[in-house]
Nanobody, 121 residues
Framework: VQLVESGGGSVQAGGSLRLSCAAS?????MAWFRQAPGKEREGVAA???????SYADSVKGRFTISKDNAKNTLYLQMNSLKPEDTAMYYC????????????????????WGRGTQVTVS
């Protein structure tokens, strides 16, 4: 499965962006991760085909993840953006259903996109 992200860009603090990730095939669980310069990659949000979701505490109430199963596309609506949201955002996926909520652990994911840059000033 190939993943291609789009929708990144530069925005002022308080603004919004919508990221998209097009998958070449169906995957059950998908997620967004991000990595800022000099920092470790962190999980942002995850969703599965049953629409169960997980969010990092730092983005709860501001970001919304969604998945269009028919289009094999993942989205991340980011509102009230802060400078600390600046990072490369990566789409990840795995063809697996988790008993509990979809994980925000990068080692769990098999497929990865190349990333899209988000800069908040």
């Amino acid at each position: 499965v190939q993943l291609v992200e789009s929708g990144g860009g530069s925005v002022q603090a308080g603004g919004s962006l919508r990221l998209s990730c097009a998958a070449s095939g169906y995957t059950y669980t998908m997620a967004w991760f991000r990595q800022a310069p000099g920092k470790e990659r962190e999980g942002v949000a995850a969703v599965d085909s049953e629409r169960r979701t997980s969010y990092a505490d730092s983005v709860k109430g501001r970001f919304t993840i969604s998945k269009d199963n028919a289009k094999n596309t993942l989205y991340l609506q980011m509102n009230s953006l802060k400078p600390e949201d600046t990072a490369m955002y990566y789409c990840a996926a795995i063809s697996r259903r988790y008993i509990r909520y979809p994980p925000l652990i990068d080692d769990e994911y098999t497929y990865w996109g190349r990333g899209t840059q988000v800069t908040v000033s």
